[in-house]
């Protein structure tokens, strides 16, 4: 089964710096998809960023980017100039096709100016 | 125009109640899926369907029912409500493909 793995409860930046978010995955699996949600206090889940394993290029989206380390199983989040809309939960999700999302248990962020 | 859109966005309701929650997609997506947030916020599937029919059935108590009129609508029906019911209940669609899955702005249900 596969398993994702956060180990970063909460984290705290100041506005305008950059943060890495970590995230592990347990798989067998060779074709899979990860994905970085955001879910600000409105609840709203929010899809940030997507890769597909198959890729080695590490997807990005204006200011967030990831590190994926395939043979490690790791795929950190990094958010450049971190904004105060950025406070929200992050949960890491991997998907195999044809099936759920499994997600992490999330880490909260919090940017303050 | 929201993609996935689900009524009511908060139920509270009595133990022992039967509530509904209900959850239309106009994103043309074949799969559907109920998650389930608990109180630690920890996110988990529940059930999902595939063009109308049920493909992941996880450990969820009897109580809890799903129904697909058609691939555009995802009902949940819940019989006789317990206080370990009380979490957030998302709905949510994917293309066929791995394209992740695009949520709804959940329901907050309460047994009291």
């Known amino acids: 089964a596969q398993t994702v793995t956060q180990s970063q409860p909460e984290m705290s930046v100041q506005e305008a710096e950059t943060v890495t978010l970590s995230c592990t995955y347990d798989?067998?699996?060779?074709?899979?998809?990860l994905f970085w949600y955001k879910q600000p206090p409105s609840r709203q889940m929010i899809l940030v960023i997507r890769q597909e394993a198959y890729k080695q290029q590490n997807a990005t989206e204006n200011r967030f980017s990831v590190n994926f380390q395939k043979a490690a199983k790791s795929f950190s989040l990094k958010i450049s100039d971190s904004q105060l809309g950025d406070t929200a939960m992050y949960f890491c999700a991997f998907m195999k096709p044809g099936t759920a999302l499994i997600f992490g248990k999330g880490t909260t962020l919090s940017v303050s100016s | 125009d929201t993609a996935v859109s689900q009524t009511p966005k908060y139920l509270v309701t009595q133990m022992g109640n039967d509530k509904s929650i209900k959850c239309e997609q106009n994103?043309?997506?074949?799969?559907m899926y109920w998650y389930k947030q608990d109180s630690k916020k920890f996110l988990k599937i529940m059930f999902s369907?595939?063009?109308?029919?049920?493909?992941i059935n996880e450990t969820v108590p009897n109580r809890f029912s799903p129904k697909s009129p058609d691939k555009a609508h995802l009902n949940l029906h819940i019989n006789s409500l317990e206080l370990g019911d009380s979490a957030v209940y998302f709905c949510?669609?994917?293309?066929?493909?791995?394209?992740?899955?695009?949520f709804g702005q959940g329901t907050r249900l309460t047994v009291v």
């Open positions: 798989t067998s699996e060779n074709n899979y998809y």
């Open positions: 994103l043309g997506h074949d799969t």
């Open positions: 369907y595939n063009n109308k029919e049920l493909i």
């Open positions: 949510a669609s994917s293309p066929n493909r791995g394209g992740g899955a695009f």
